[in-house]
C-alpha cells in the first residue's frame, strides 16, 4: 500500500480524545475549588460563631458583674438605711446630767493650784464659800449647762477652774449640771477626727457608766490633746474610760470603737449651732446658766461663781414677784 493509500485519522478523533481528556479534568479541579470554597466558608461560620459566643460570654460576664455590684451596693446602702442611727439612752436634749462625782478632790488644775472658791458679792465679801442656795433658798437649783468641745483650749481652761466649786454645787444639791459634747473642732486632728470620737466616747460613758461620767469628761479635758494633732486613739479613749472606773468596760470599750453614738454626736452638733434647744453655738464653748450664756472669763471661778449667784438671785427674784401676795380685808 502506497503512502497516499494509508488511511487518514478523522480530525474528529483527535478532537474528542482531547475533550474526552479535558472532560475528565474540569470535574475534578471544580469539586477542588468548590470543596474549597466549603469549606472556607464553614471556617467563616465557625468563626463567626465563636466570635458570637465570645461576645456573648463577655455581655454575660458584664451583666453578671454588674448584679454583683448592684446587689452589694443595695446591701451597703440598704443596710446603712435600715441600721438604727443609736441616741443615748440618757441623753436629755442632747446633753447629760450630772449625777453623781465620785473623784472631785482630785479635780484641780494641772499645777494643783488651789481654785479660788466662790465669793457672794465680790472682794471683801466675808463669806468665804457662798453657793447659788445662799442666794435662792427657796427657788429651784441653777441649771448650768456645758457645751465642750474635747480639743477646744477655753472648754479645758473653764472646767479645770470650775470643777472643784461645780463638784460642791452638784453634792449641795444647789446646781444641775448637764454636759453637751459637740464636735466643733473634726478637721483640727490630722484627719482623726478625734473630737467627734472624743464626743462619742463621752456619750458612751455617759450610756453605760453616768457615775464616771464627769470624772472622765474632766480627764479627757485635763489631757486635751494639741491642736492639729491625732489625738487619742479609740483604743487609748477606752483605756481612759476604764481608768477612771466604769462599770462595764467592755460595753463601753465596743461602744466607743464601733462609734456607736457619732452620728448622734453630729446631729447634735448641728442643733446646738442651730439654737434649737438654747443660745446658738458659735464657738467651740459655751457655758449657759438658767439660759443666758456666761461671757466672763473661763479662767476666773469668782467671776463665773458671781455670774451664777446673780442668776439665781434674778431667778430667786422672779420666783417671788410670780407669787401674788395676799390682799388684806378691810372688814374689822
Request: aromatic share 6%.
Amino acid at each position: 500500500m502506497s503512502p497516499d493509500d494509508t488511511p487518514d485519522t478523522p480530525a474528529g478523533d483527535d478532537t474528542s480524545s482531547a475533550e474526552v481528556t479535558a472532560t475528565g479534568a474540569t470535574p475534578t479541579v471544580a469539586d477542588r475549588r468548590e470543596a474549597v470554597r466549603e469549606k472556607a466558608a464553614q471556617v467563616r461560620v465557625q468563626q463567626s460563631r465563636a466570635r458570637m459566643v465570645r461576645t456573648s460570654v463577655l455581655i454575660a460576664g458584664v451583666v453578671a458583674a454588674v448584679a454583683v455590684v448592684a446587689v452589694v451596693l443595695t446591701w451597703t446602702i440598704g443596710g446603712a438605711v435600715n441600721r438604727p442611727q443609736l441616741s443615748p439612752d440618757t441623753a436629755e436634749q442632747d446633753g447629760f446630767v450630772v449625777s453623781s462625782i465620785s473623784n472631785a478632790a482630785a479635780m484641780t488644775s494641772p499645777d494643783d493650784a488651789a481654785t479660788p472658791e466662790p465669793t457672794g458679792t465680790g472682794e471683801g465679801d466675808p463669806q468665804p464659800s457662798a453657793t447659788p442656795s445662799d442666794s435662792a433658798s427657796a427657788s429651784a437649783p441653777v441649771e448650768i449647762h456645758v457645751y465642750v468641745d474635747y480639743l477646744s483650749p477655753s472648754a479645758r481652761e473653764w472646767q479645770l477652774a470650775n470643777a472643784a466649786q461645780l463638784s460642791s454645787w452638784v453634792t449641795e444639791g444647789a446646781a444641775t449640771l448637764t454636759y453637751h459634747p459637740v464636735a466643733m473642732l473634726t478637721a483640727k486632728s490630722n484627719g482623726t477626727k478625734y473630737s467627734l470620737r472624743a464626743a462619742n466616747a463621752a456619750a458612751c460613758v455617759a450610756t453605760y457608766a453616768p457615775a464616771s461620767f464627769f470624772d472622765f469628761n474632766s480627764d479627757l479635758l485635763t489631757r486635751q490633746p494639741a491642736a492639729d494633732s491625732d489625738g487619742f486613739s479609740d483604743k487609748e479613749l477606752a483605756d481612759i474610760a476604764q481608768a477612771n472606773g466604769v462599770d462595764d468596760p467592755k460595753a463601753i470599750r465596743e461602744c466607743i470603737e464601733s462609734a456607736s453614738f457619732s452620728s448622734w454626736v453630729k446631729s447634735a452638733t448641728e442643733r446646738a449651732v442651730a439654737g434649737e434647744t438654747a443660745p446658738a453655738l458659735n464657738g467651740t464653748a459655751m457655758i449657759t446658766v438658767n439660759g443666758q450664756a456666761y461671757v466672763g472669763e473661763m479662767t476666773d471661778p469668782a467671776e463665773f461663781s458671781q455670774f451664777v449667784l446673780t442668776s439665781a438671785s434674778g431667778a430667786a427674784a422672779k420666783a417671788q414677784s410670780a407669787t401674788p401676795t395676799p390682799t388684806p380685808s378691810t372688814t374689822p
